[in-house]
Nanobody
Framework: QVQVAESGGDSVQAGGSLILSCLISGFDISNRSCGWFRQAPGKEREGVAY????????DYEDSVKGRFTISRDKAKNTVYLQMNSLKSEDSATYYCVTGFGGVWNQQRRQAARYQYWGQGTQVTVSS
């Protein structure tokens, strides 16, 4: 039984910072790709940040590039998303994902290709 548990969501003012954590149980992420997606009310679910498996490379959507950092602690089997310079547009429910299947460089933005999802953690940024 795989469990994905996000935490760290909060309500913050624009310009502030948050770090989200994602503890994954029952699935070893040390050599597996992970990512963060988000969904705001009335909007489509969108990718935020991704970290590859073997190479440990990180990739970001343009909307968060330079402000967010994804990382992975293999010993803790935990994925993090450090969010700085938060904007009101960042308000959303953030989901941690893993268990990717497909071609990473071409398909990592496709939500359906991730097998394991967390329940989400809410981030609200006030202006």
């Amino acid at each position: 039984q795989v469990q994905v548990a996000e935490s760290g969501g909060d309500s913050v003012q624009a310009g502030g910072s948050l770090i989200l954590s994602c503890l994954i149980s029952g699935f070893d992420i040390s050599n597996r790709s992970c990512g963060w997606f988000r969904q705001a009310p009335g909007k489509e679910r969108e990718g935020v940040a991704y970290i590859g498996g073997p190479a440990h490379s990180a990739d970001y959507e343009d909307s968060v590039k330079g402000r967010f950092t994804i990382s992975r602690d293999k010993a803790k089997n935990t994925v993090y998303l450090q969010m700085n310079s938060l904007k009101s547009e960042d308000s959303a429910t953030y989901y941690c994902v893993t268990g990717f299947g497909g071609v990473w460089n071409q398909q990592r933005r496709q939500a359906a290709r991730y097998q394991y999802w967390g329940q989400g953690t809410q981030v609200t940024v006030s202006s």
